[in-house]
Nanobody, 119 residues
Framework: QVQLVESGGGLVQAGGSLRLSCAAS????????MGWFRQAPGKERELCAS????????YYADSVKGRFTVSRDNAKNTVYLQMNSLKSEDTAVYYC????????????WGPGTQVTVSS
């Protein structure tokens, strides 16, 4: 099992920045990618960004490309999401997830952290 806990959410004005953190514990060696997902009210959950533990290869959704940066600190088993130039449409609950190597699925999820961007 892998345990994930997000932190860093909050209320910010449009144009502002926030940094989310995701601390991972447990069998993290069984995972390869860490993803940041978000879900706004009435919308489907979407993958914003992901990064792998080993090589640092990163993926970004078009909606956040150029504004969000995902990074990891392997020594701390922590993944970050730096969010700049925030827009009202970025308002959502943000979830950290870990992809299990064996299944190829994001099997482990954190409880989520609310990000609210006021216009």
């Amino acid at each position: 099992q892998v345990q994930l806990v997000e932190s860093g959410g909050g209320l910010v004005q449009a144009g502002g920045s926030l940094r989310l953190s995701c601390a991972a514990s447990g069998r993290t060696f069984s995972t390869d990618f860490m993803g940041w997902f978000r879900q706004a009210p009435g919308k489907e959950r979407e993958l914003c960004a992901s990064i792998n533990w080993s090589g640092g290869a990163a993926y970004y959704a078009d909606s956040v490309k150029g504004r969000f940066t995902v990074s990891r600190d392997n020594a701390k088993n922590t993944v970050y999401l730096q969010m700049n130039s925030l827009k009202s449409e970025d308002t959502a609950v943000y979830y950290c997830a870990a992809r299990e190597v064996a299944s190829g699925e994001y099997d482990y999820w954190g409880p989520g952290t609310q990000v609210t961007v006021s216009s």
